[in-house]
């Protein structure tokens, strides 16, 4: 562990944050984490709006669609990562689409949040069955 000295612009003014991490590439991810609440725009990276949204749309696949842990337990052939796949690059969706319902498709940039959260559940289904 060492201390790193981060540099940034804010109102523009410069200043620094010195951040504890164990490299300099960790010592970026640390900061861009816990300063995002000064300025989400940092260096025009804004950390927590994509993320926030995947685990938003994940909740909503929970409580709204009913994609709970023991739905998505019941898939073993990597249906929720090609449902993410169709999400991902709609138009295969006649070839590969793993259900019976057809997928509710929207704007590109939904259906990357919608395929990303996807792929959260996979993993989140690999994990259980460790």
Not at 10 to 21: H, L, R
Not at 58 to 63: C, L, P
Not at 71 to 94: M, Q, R, S, T, W
């Amino acid at each position: 562990m060492g201390k790193y000295k981060i540099e940034y612009e804010y109102n523009g003014k410069n200043d620094y944050a010195v951040v504890e991490a164990e490299g300099v590439a960790d010592a970026h991810e640390t900061f861009l984490i816990d300063y995002a609440d000064i300025d989400p725009e940092i260096n025009g990276i804004s950390p927590y709006t994509v993320y926030d949204e995947i685990q938003a749309e994940r909740i909503r696949q929970v409580k709204e669609e009913g994609y709970s842990k023991e739905h998505d337990d019941k898939f073993v052939h990597g249906d929720l990562a090609i449902a993410a796949a169709v999400y991902a690059c709609p138009g295969v969706e006649k070839i590969i689409w793993p259900f019976d319902n057809p997928p509710k498709l929207k704007d590109d940039r939904s259906n990357l949040i919608r395929a990303a959260a996807l792929i959260v559940a996979e993993i989140e289904r690999l994990e259980r069955k460790k």
